[in-house]
């Protein structure tokens, strides 16, 4: 590993002001340290922000919740307000990882992880995200494809975001609050993270030493709502496809809101517009669901090794829509 100078910053400010090219910030470390380990990642700084924010949840003034970025995920997923008003993404956060894992990863460090793509993770394979303008190594003739994207990808990038709570996030419509060099703003989800386009190096929306420092949930759905999730084992794997689903109908069991989130098909969480835009005003039934699911995948490119994540997603929409709507 490289050596690395440390600084543990006492506030958002401190941690800004201690940031310079080369460095990093530090969470939990769930991802950073892994990714140093592996060679991925090589900080020549390294500044602890687990006291720079805030690791509180608090009430917002129009009913949602303030939620600081180095609240730990299990934390959040315990959380009364969480598991009462936001179901949701309590489930989310249940289904990633591990319990140890979740209880050092922050939530702003979970919004912040890099893909899991396994040429990514090799350094002895070309990847224009470690390295740009070396080549994707999963675009070439016999490449594992199988858990790559099928939304929103390009020539240079083809990999998935792995957080599981991003999606829950962006079907919710959250906001992340940054602190950086030039001042404070709010970025909607989605809207953080970017599609990889010709710069698949940058993850996010970010600037040198913006800082996440909360997140803003809006006032809870008076709908129904759920996290579905279909990995390759029970625990510590990230999903093939998921869905975050918000339902709202009327008393002649009309759809009034739908919010649509898909993880494990795109290089950003992926929210489904287009379905979206279909179900308000139709019946309650599986056909309007599989209407809704059809128009969103026919937006889809699914790559040679990953066909089958049209399907899987497809159904897992309509699947989550009827459950909900029972």
């Not at 090219?21 to 991802?31: E, F, H, I, Q, V």
């Not at 936001?86 to 893909?115: C, E, F, K, M």
């Not at 739908?258 to 308000?280: D, K, Q, S």
């Not at 699911?293 to 049209?310: F, I, Q, T, W």
Request: a neutral charge.
């Amino acid at each position: 590993m490289r050596p690395f100078s440390y600084t543990a910053a006492a506030s958002a400010r401190e941690a800004i002001g201690a940031y310079r090219p080369g460095a990093a910030y530090l969470g939990g470390g769930t991802n950073l340290v892994d990714l140093m380990r592996l060679g991925v990642a090589a900080p020549d700084h390294v500044i602890d922000v687990t006291r720079a924010t805030g690791a509180d949840v608090g009430d917002t003034a129009d009913g949602g919740l303030l939620i600081g970025a180095a609240v730990r995920n299990s934390d959040l997923a315990n959380h009364r307000n969480v598991r009462e008003r936001y179901p949701l993404l309590a489930q989310a956060i249940a289904a990633g990882a591990s319990g140890q894992v979740r209880n050092a990863a922050t939530v702003g460090g979970n919004l912040l992880q890099r893909t899991r793509c396994p040429y990514f993770q090799d350094i002895a394979m070309s990847c224009n995200k470690r390295s740009p303008g070396s080549g994707c190594q999963a675009t070439q003739p016999g490449a594992d494809t199988e858990n790559m994207a099928i939304f929103g990808h390009s020539p240079h990038c083809v990999a998935v975001h792995p957080s599981d709570m991003a999606v829950a996030l962006t079907a919710l419509g959250a906001r992340v609050h940054l602190q950086g060099p030039d001042g404070e703003r709010t970025v909607p989800m989605p809207g953080l993270h970017r599609l990889p386009g010709d710069a698949p190096e940058r993850d996010t929306v970010l600037e040198p030493g913006d800082l996440i420092t909360a997140v803003e949930l809006p006032p809870p759905s008076t709908g129904r709502t759920m996290y579905r999730k279909v990995r390759a084992r029970a625990s510590f794997a990230f999903a093939l496809v998921s869905v975050a689903a918000v339902l709202e109908t009327d008393q002649n069991r009309v759809v009034t809101r739908c919010g649509l989130a898909l993880g494990g098909v795109a290089h950003a969480p992926w929210r489904c517009h287009h379905a979206e835009r279909i179900l308000p005003a139709l019946p309650v039934a599986p056909a309007s669901f599989e209407r809704a699911a059809d128009e969103e995948l026919r937006h889809a490119s699914p790559l040679p090794g990953n066909r089958y994540k049209v399907t899987l997603a497809r159904n897992l929409i309509v699947s989550a829509l009827e459950e909900l709507s029972q």
